[in-house]
C-alpha cells in the first residue's frame, strides 16, 4: 500500500508557486532523502488538473501536508490522501 497526495492549484498558483517553491522543494528534497517521498510531479495542466505525491505511509504524506509551504501559503486551494494498492511494484 502507498498513499497518494492529491493537490489542487489555487486559482493563482502562477503568482504565488514561485515565491514559495524554495521552502517547497526543500521539503520534498527532505521527505525523498528519508524514504518517504517515492515520486512527485505536476500534471498536465498544473493549474487545471492540480499535482500528486506518493508516499510510503501515511503518516508521513500527512506530516509533509502539515508543513508544506505550498500549503501553509495558500499555492494550494484543496488537497487529499488516498491509499492506493499498486499492483506492480520493481
Given amino acids: 500500500m502507498k498513499y497518494v497526495v492529491l493537490y489542487t492549484s489555487a486559482p493563482d498558483v502562477a503568482s504565488r508557486a514561485p515565491v514559495h517553491f524554495p521552502a ?18 505536476t500534471f498536465g495542466d498544473p493549474q487545471g488538473q492540480g499535482s500528486m505525491g506518493i508516499f510510503r505511509t501515511r503518516e508521513a504524506a500527512e506530516e509533509f501536508v502539515a508543513g508544506d509551504p505550498f500549503v ?3 499555492v494550494v486551494a484543496g488537497w487529499e490522501v488516498r491509499d492506493w494498492n499498486e499492483i ?3
Fill in 24 to 41: 517547497h522543494k526543500a521539503r520534498l528534497d527532505a521527505f525523498h532523502a528519508r524514504g518517504e517521498l517515492l515520486m512527485v510531479g
Fill in 72 to 74: 501553509e501559503n495558500g
Fill in 88 to 90: 506492480l511494484t520493481p
